[in-house]
């Protein structure tokens, strides 16, 4: 099946499904198409993977649990209906949503398929002997390009008919800088729905900036420790919106009473100015696309709306339980991997302050930029997020350069002491998020600026 043309998947899925009447089970299938690059060059390796178009599917139908079939793109399509029985009258024991039907392709400006894999290298081997040779303290370089070509087709028994390829590239730095005894570093990530083109973004001027951030951070002094007024840039807000917040919000913890928000549905979780969201149909970020792995269009999903807890995030079965409208977060790593309720790309809504304004009125704080480590505790509510920098504020001004920096406590204190919400606009950076330390799926998170009093922070 990897070999035929996606009409001719369709026809094949259409017959199989039409196998299994709605009304008496729900049944979908998907094929699974991924195809990547990777390529890291360090001090002392340089290693590049390459995987084209690893495919297979999988087909599922709800019999009260999830009976689920996975084979090779290669395998006897047979073998699906041998092995998910035809049964009556379980139609209505998962909601039923409308059908719908897409095929959209997400083109590069420059398609990594028409790259050879030796100018893939050698940009990253520029990028790397660029940074190296800077500057003299600049003692160890890593560099790491990934790109993915990942294409879904999906068929259900409620009428959907859907296919989506989608390219994503990323690609994430660290120049680690020496002056004496002290080493440190800082990082540079760029990631979205795009090709090759991601190299044109890091021209020099950037790399230039890259290179500063980490020799900066030779003279960070360690932070203050007790409770003090902060700033969170983007990457330190999207720490939060996703590890110490969005955690506690995927509705299968809500479904095994392990989540801290169960009990706070329609409640104030946060300051009045403060609104979170996962919108998995942003255009051209990173954890982006049209479809979610069992049909649902990608959405809108209010999380926050100034402070009130207003959604949980939902796959099909939980949005049955729940009676809820799923917006899209059923998601897989890969046709091999189960469907698991996930986030997209989380992050703070914007609000009217400039952030030099939020800096001029703190007497005495910290401000916490790049965050880089965050730990989830839906059952407890804690927060534990970590920032790569900070800088102390002073009489309404940023002054000493602080090493990392990490914020502690109660997370839903932490929400509901924000008073300041910076006006920028949407700042999103790429990664990867696992269901503990399994199922990978492409995520961002980010948003404004925010100011928060009375936050524990400590070095980090």
Not at 173 to 194: H, L, N, Q, R
Not at 219 to 236: H, N, Q, S, V
Not at 297 to 325: P, Q, W
Not at 393 to 403: A, D, H, P, S
Request: charged fraction near 25%.
């Amino acid at each position: 099946m990897s070999n035929k043309s996606h009409d001719e998947i369709f026809s094949d899925f259409e017959e199989i499904t039409n196998h299994y009447n709605r009304s008496d089970q729900y049944f979908d299938i998907l094929y699974d198409s991924i195809s990547s690059t990777i390529i890291a060059k360090t001090p002392s390796a340089e290693n590049f993977s390459v995987n084209t178009k690893k495919s297979g599917i999988v087909a599922r139908s709800f019999l009260g649990s999830w009976k689920e079939v996975a084979i090779d793109a290669n395998g006897d399509l047979n073998n699906i209906k041998t092995k998910i029985p035809k049964v009556s009258g379980k139609g209505n024991l998962i909601a039923e949503f409308d059908g719908w039907s897409l095929n959209r392709e997400i083109k590069s400006k420059i398609d990594p398929i028409n790259v050879p894999i030796d100018e893939k290298i050698e940009k990253v081997r520029e990028i790397y002997t660029y940074i190296k040779n800077a500057d003299e303290r600049i003692i160890n370089v890593r560099v790491k390009y990934l790109e993915l070509l990942i294409e879904r087709i999906f068929v259900n028994n409620e009428g959907c008919k859907l296919r989506q390829v989608i390219p994503r590239t990323r690609v994430f730095v660290i120049p680690i800088a020496k002056e004496g005894s002290v080493v440190d570093y800082d990082y540079f990530i760029k990631s979205g729905e795009m090709g090759f083109e991601i190299f044109d973004s890091l021209e020099n001027g950037v790399l230039d900036q890259v290179v500063k951030n980490s020799l900066e951070m030779l003279k960070a002094e360690l932070p203050p420790a007790g409770r003090k007024t902060i700033i969170l840039d983007p990457k330190m807000t999207g720490l939060i919106a996703h590890e110490s917040f969005g955690h506690g919000l995927e509705a299968d913890q809500i479904l095994r009473d392990r989540s801290y928000l169960k009990q706070h549905l329609n409640k104030q979780v946060a300051s009045e100015i403060c609104s979170i969201y996962d919108t998995p149909s942003i255009e051209k970020k990173f954890g982006s696309y049209f479809f979610d792995d069992e049909g649902i269009e990608a959405g809108h999903n209010i999380l926050v709306e100034n402070g009130i807890l207003k959604n949980f995030i939902y796959d099909r079965r939980t949005a049955s339980e729940l009676n809820a409208s799923p917006q899209g977060n059923g998601r897989r790593e890969s046709f091999a991997h189960p469907v698991n309720v996930r986030m997209t790309n989380t992050y703070f809504g914007s609000g009217d302050y400039e952030l030099e304004e939020m800096i001029s009125e703190i007497k005495e704080g910290v401000m916490l930029v790049h965050g880089y480590f965050g730990m989830e505790d839906p059952l407890g509510g804690g927060m534990q997020c970590t920032s790569k920098k900070g800088y102390l504020i002073e009489n309404g001004e940023r002054t000493k350069i602080l090493k990392a920096t990490a914020l502690s406590g109660d997370v839903l204190g932490m929400l509901k002491n924000i008073d300041a919400v910076s006006k920028d606009t949407l700042k999103l950076d790429g990664g990867t998020c696992g269901k503990g330390s399994e199922d990978l799926v492409p995520v961002t998170s980010g948003g404004s600026y925010i100011r928060a009093k009375n936050v524990l922070v400590s070095p980090g």
